[in-house]
């Protein structure tokens, strides 16, 4: 009876531990393409103006300051007078003025803050800045939908394709798999202002500025990192070399 029991307990302690991932094999797949993030000052100078002029409307990015620019090469007065269009102070949080409830009622949710959206994004099928990269490169025409828009990543996505004219117009063939998902092809229906490999070197640069705008020391953090692990070594072979020294007449 008790080593009934113990067995029980055994399955069940078993269940629950492989139970995470038999429900994350169980889940859809989701294919991501690799980002190409950039650190050259120009790409993310590109990916600043992109992010003002078409993001900045609907979503803020309240854990940055406009002054904090200046550190991928953009001057105060060139911050001012391309990026600074209401007013605001060059210390200011780069906020919104809509408000969220107001945004709730028209996108049916309030657009979040994207100051770390590049690390919330990340997942068992790639970084976040994959993630965005895919995603924004992937919306499609989509009649049902409430904004006309619909995103193969972020199906039922609220937010409207806000880069068609940069892009142009995509079209969705979708098929039923044997195993009941769907595969959604997309074709350019309409093109738009950039050809494909420029938009797709535009999405690019945007996210490499989101990239950077989750963690704008990441560049410092990693070289300082590298001497940091460089001195550990260096420290080790010193400490060897003294234990060996301290320890030769002992045997």
Not at 43 to 56: I, P
Request: charge should be positive; hydrophobic fraction near 45%; aromatic fraction near 10%.
């Amino acid at each position: 009876m008790k080593m009934r029991l113990l067995n029980l307990i055994k399955r069940a302690a078993a269940a629950l531990l492989f139970a995470p991932a038999l429900a994350l094999a169980a889940g859809a797949v989701l294919h991501l393409d690799k980002a190409p993030v950039s650190n050259d000052p120009a790409a993310l100078q590109h990916g600043a103006k992109l992010f003002v002029n078409y993001c900045l409307n609907c979503h803020s990015a309240s854990f940055t300051r406009y002054n904090q620019l200046q550190d991928i090469g953009l001057s105060e007065q060139a911050i001012r007078d391309n990026l600074m269009f209401t007013g605001e102070r060059i210390g200011d949080l780069m906020k919104i003025a809509m408000r969220p409830a107001e945004s709730k009622a028209w996108f049916g949710k309030a657009p979040p803050d994207l100051t770390l959206v590049a690390r919330a994004r990340a997942s068992e099928f790639g970084s976040g800045a994959d993630w965005l990269y895919t995603y924004l490169r992937q919306f499609y025409r989509d009649p049902e939908r409430p904004s006309g828009w619909n995103n193969v990543v972020f199906e039922n996505v609220g937010m409207p394709h806000v880069f068609w004219q940069l892009q142009g117009e995509q079209a969705a063939t979708v098929t039923e798999n044997a195993d009941g998902s769907k595969k959604v092809d997309l074709s350019l229906a309409k093109p738009g202002l950039l050809a494909p490999a420029e938009y797709d070197k535009a999405v690019a640069d945007l996210v490499s500025f989101l990239v950077w705008m989750g963690e704008p020391v990441a560049e410092k953090r990693k070289s300082i990192g590298a001497v940091v692990l460089i001195f550990l070594a260096g420290l080790f072979v010193l400490s060897y070399a003294l234990k060996k020294n301290y320890w030769k007449d002992i045997h």
